[in-house]
C-alpha cells in the first residue's frame, strides 16, 4: 500500500464507487447537511476536494478535523441530482484515516481512541454498545446529579426498572451468552474491524507518548474531556 498514491488507496473500498458518480458542485447537499449548518464542516467541498485526486489536499484532509464532523443522517444521499453520497465518502476517509494513522493528526480525529476503547470495548464484551458502567459520571457531567444518584445504585435502579442487569435469562441488558459474544469478535476479526482496532490503538499509543504521555489511562480520559 505503501507506494500506492493515496487516491487509488481509497478506491480500493467498495464505497467510494457508490459515493461519488461525477460531483457537479451544486451545493444542494450542503443545504440539507445539519453538520454544514452548525458548524464548517461542507459536503460539497468534501466531494470536490476527493474527485481532484490531489494526493496532498487528500492527506490534509484525512488528517483533520472536517471528516469527523459528519453526523451520518444520509440526508444528502436522498437529495443529490446525481446521486452522490458524501455521507458515504467519509466513511471511506475515516477508515483510511486510521487505517494509515492520519486520524492522531486531529483533535476530533484523536478522539477515534475513546471511542474505540468504550464502545466496542462494550461490544465485544458485553454484547451492548452502551452498558450502564462505561457511562460515568465524570466523563458526562451532561447526565446531572440524577444520573450520579443511578449510577451509584445501578443494580436496585435497573430491577425496579423491570430490567434484568447482567443476568442471564431474558430481559432488558440481560447477560449475552459467551458463544453469542464469540460469534461477535469473530464478525469483527472476519470484517477487518478487529485489525482497525488494532491501528486505532497502536497510532494513538504512539501519539500519546509523542505529546509526553506514560498513562494511556490519563490519554483516555483527556482525549475525552477535549483536553488534547
Ligand atoms: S454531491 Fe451532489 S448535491 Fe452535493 S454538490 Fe455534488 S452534485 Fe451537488
Ligand atoms: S450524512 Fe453527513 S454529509 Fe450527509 S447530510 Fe448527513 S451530516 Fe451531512
Known amino acids: 500500500m505503501n507506494n500506492m498514491k493515496l487516491s487509488e488507496i ?9 459515493a461519488l458518480n461525477a460531483c457537479m458542485n451544486c451545493g444542494i447537499c450542503t443545504s440539507v447537511c445539519p453538520a454544514a449548518e452548525f458548524s464548517d464542516y461542507d459536503p460539497r467541498i468534501l466531494l470536490n476536494i476527493v474527485q481532484t485526486e490531489d494526493d496532498a489536499e487528500l492527506e490534509k484532509l484525512l488528517k483533520s478535523d472536517f471528516i469527523w464532523l459528519c453526523g451520518q443522517c444520509m440526508s444528502c444521499k ?3 441530482p446525481r446521486n452522490n453520497v458524501p455521507g458515504l465518502m467519509i466513511n471511506v476517509l475515516r477508515r483510511y484515516s486510521q487505517e494509515l494513522g492520519y486520524f ?28 450502564p458502567e462505561s457511562v460515568k459520571p465524570d466523563l458526562h457531567p451532561e447526565q446531572g ?26 430481559g432488558v441488558l440481560r447477560k449475552i451468552d459467551d458463544k453469542d459474544l464469540d460469534e461477535i ?3 469483527f476479526e ?22 509526553g504521555y506514560d498513562d494511556m489511562n490519563q490519554y483516555f480520559v ?7
Open 10 to 18: 481509497l478506491k480500493q473500498d467498495i464505497r467510494y464507487k457508490e
Open 222 to 228: 483527556d482525549i475525552f474531556k477535549g483536553n488534547v
Open 78 to 80: 436522498t437529495r443529490c
Open 185 to 187: 469478535r469473530r464478525i
Open 104 to 131: 492522531t493528526e486531529s483533535k476530533r480525529g484523536r478522539q477515534q481512541y475513546a471511542l474505540n476503547k468504550v464502545l466496542n470495548g462494550n461490544i465485544l464484551g458485553e454484547g451492548y454498545c452502551i452498558v
Open 190 to 211: 472476519e470484517t477487518g474491524a478487529m485489525e482497525l482496532q488494532d491501528a486505532i490503538n497502536k497510532f494513538s499509543e504512539q501519539k500519546a507518548e509523542d505529546l
Open 145 to 170: 446529579p440524577v444520573w450520579e444518584w443511578i449510577y451509584r445504585n445501578l443494580p436496585e435502579f435497573y430491577d425496579r426498572m423491570g430490567a434484568n442487569l447482567h443476568k442471564p435469562g431474558a
